[in-house]
């Protein structure tokens, strides 16, 4: 097994919106290892959501090479793509993106439904992600009965549930206000450092970068620095 | 949680909206049931089982009076045991009220027709009266008529001798049903045939509109019923011969093509189905796309999206669909005892049948197109609101 988690290489990704060609990326070469917190930040249009989405196999590249976790996620098709995303990657947004009309549990849960896990072994999996994220006693409020902090805590623990290696987060923070957002941080960085998981993490805002290991920048489709 | 739990959940998002497009589809399935079941008696054949009476009409129209003198080629036929025979009289009560008025013999048809409940003295009276009258309770009661008055009654298709339409009846009984079924029925009213065929304008004598056959054993309607229109064939008044039910129902069947009278309504039902259901699933997924974006995102595969959204279409119309035939089921019992089995719109397994064809027909059509863009959804994009 590969010891870095993610390995770009040589990575374009060019959009065609109508007549217009628009390269986002431009030969992009990252590196991340295993257990690493990374924050990309960059101004707007730099590609870093695009990166991000590339590396969790939300989108192939134009060109280049995306191996996560040891599999080359590039060659794999639209299917095949979905069935890797559910074992391996788990997405927290920052629109939180939780379905409205299931409670907190059901929205846990919803990843579950894809493994072979009886109903009692995924509600076992759902208490213990809620109680990592420390909202085992709102498990049966819907998220509009929930504060915007409570609701990302039900994203991570969504994105937790399945128990994959990889969190990929975009600006996970960036609908929260600083204390909520450094509630939120804290609790990543308890995911990283004592449950081992490898989080990417898209942030404009400095002092979130600051809770990662590691600052990554991108500007215009390349990485200007890996700062420490 | 399970896979269903979820197309609930998502189903019922919008209470208000999903209730009322599933109250329109609970009313298209019972039109649908109901309508389908009269359809099917309409085109169902001739049913001798159980028959006890058999009606004889002129074979093109019962409007083409048959000869008296066909009754006792009718009487001496094996099987039968009694013959009464009608004629159509109409009869307008006061300005405009057309009431159901017969003439016809009062022995026989007394005999032939038992569940009629009538004194004797009132049955004696009205065989004695060349100039009486008898008329259902419902109808007496309904215009208060009472035993000895004098009713008169216009014809506008039988004008007397002195050309005047206006007739005069002594009212001689009040007859009503045996049974509440029977009860029902009693908003008639009969004259004597001898007094009408004296009296009429056009010199129409020894003519009937049907003649109505008693049988002796049930068992032997659909044998008699070839007998008699094998006696009369080829000769100038050929006869059809049809149970009781079978000449009522012809009755209704003088609107129209009723089987294409239901086929469109139901097509127009149908259609602007289509276009509520069809809407109500369209929006629905675009109101959507973001939580679908994230179903791919969490792993969900193109197919198991367009799964949800068709099984949520296919939930929708399965649920307003059964309701809805079960309505009809209920419905048309009820008109079935309400008419004494005269109308038997009980939905058979043809029917419900049918209903499941349409119920899976529809789920495809309101569901695929939403289902469709639904697959197709690129997460980035739809991510990205784009």
Redesign the interface.
């Known amino acids: 097994m590969s010891e870095s988690m993610v390995e770009v290489r040589n990575v374009t990704k060019v959009y065609e919106r109508g007549t217009q060609r628009v390269e986002v990326l431009h030969g992009l070469n990252l590196d991340i290892p295993r257990s690493d917190f990374v924050a990309l930040m960059g101004p707007s249009g730099s590609g870093k959501t695009t990166l991000l989405n590339l590396i969790g196999g939300l989108d192939q590249p134009t060109s280049g090479e995306v191996q996560v976790g040891g599999s080359r996620i590039d060659q794999l098709g639209r299917s095949e793509l979905a069935r890797w995303r559910a074992h391996n990657i788990g997405f927290v947004f920052q629109f939180y993106n939780l379905m409205p009309v299931l409670t907190a549990e059901a929205n846990v849960e919803l990843p579950l439904l894809l493994t072979r896990l009886t109903a009692a072994q995924r509600r076992k999996n759902v208490a213990v992600a809620l109680e990592i994220v420390g909202l085992a006693d709102r498990a049966k409020h819907k998220p509009r009965e929930l504060s915007g902090g409570q609701e990302q805590r039900v994203a991570i623990a969504r994105a937790l549930v399945s128990d994959p290696q990889l969190l990929v987060c975009d600006e996970p923070t960036g609908d929260l206000d600083r204390k909520t957002a450094e509630e939120i941080l804290g609790l990543l960085q308890v995911l990283n450092r004592e449950h081992g998981k490898t989080i990417i993490m898209v942030t404009h805002d400095p002092k979130a970068a600051e809770f990662a290991r590691r600052i990554l920048h991108l500007e215009k489709g390349q990485l200007l620095e890996q700062a420490a | 949680?399970?896979?269903a739990?979820?197309v609930v959940?998502?189903l019922?998002?919008k209470r208000i909206r999903t209730i009322l497009t599933l109250l329109s589809v609970v009313m298209a399935f019972l039109l649908f049931g109901l309508l389908q079941s009269v359809n099917s008696i309409f085109s169902s054949g001739a049913n001798f089982v159980g028959a006890t009476r058999l009606f004889v009409q002129a074979r093109v129209s019962f409007t083409q009076a048959l000869p008296i003198s066909m009754l006792p080629k009718l009487e001496a036929i094996p099987g039968v045991a009694a013959v009464a025979h009608q004629m159509w009289f109409g009869g307008v009560w006061q300005e405009n009220t057309p009431l159901i008025m017969l003439s016809l013999d009062p022995r026989t048809y007394h005999e032939v027709y038992p569940e009629w409940v009538m004194p004797d003295a009132q049955w004696q009276a009205f065989i004695q009266t060349r100039t009486g009258m008898i008329a259902g309770k419902l109808l007496a009661d309904q215009y208060g008529w009472k035993i000895g008055q004098k009713i008169p009654i216009s014809s506008n298709i039988w004008p007397q001798k002195n050309g005047s339409k206006a007739w005069t009846f002594d009212l001689v009984g009040i007859f009503d049903g045996k049974d509440e079924d029977w009860k029902r029925r009693a908003n008639l009213a009969f004259i004597q045939q001898d007094y009408f065929d004296e009296s009429n304008q056009f010199g129409i004598k020894g003519r009937v509109n049907f003649y109505i056959l008693k049988l002796s054993d049930s068992s032997k309607a659909e044998a008699v019923s070839r007998t008699v229109d094998a006696m009369f064939e080829n000769s100038p008044d050929e006869t059809k011969t049809q149970t009781e039910k079978d000449f009522n129902m012809s009755f209704v069947k003088q609107i129209g093509d009723i089987g294409l009278i239901v086929r469109w309504i139901l097509f127009a039902v149908f259609f602007t189905l289509l276009l509520v259901v069809g809407n109500t699933m369209a929006q629905s997924v675009r109101e959507r796309v973001?939580?679908l974006a994230?179903?791919?995102?969490?792993?969900?595969?193109?197919?198991s999206v367009l799964g949800f959204v068709l099984a949520e279409a296919f939930a929708l119309v399965l649920f307003g669909g059964l309701l809805g035939l079960l309505l009809a089921s209920i419905a048309g019992a009820m008109v079935e005892r309400g008419t004494g089995g005269q109308f038997q719109l009980r939905l058979d397994g043809g029917v419900w049948l049918l209903g499941v064809v349409a119920i899976v027909l529809m789920s495809l059509a309101v569901g695929l197109l939403p289902a469709l863009r639904a697959r197709r959804l690129k997460?980035?994009d739809a991510?990205a609101g784009r």
């Open positions: 949680m399970t896979k739990g979820f959940a998502n019922f998002r973001p939580e994230v179903l791919k995102t969490l792993g969900f595969t193109d197919r997460i980035v991510l």
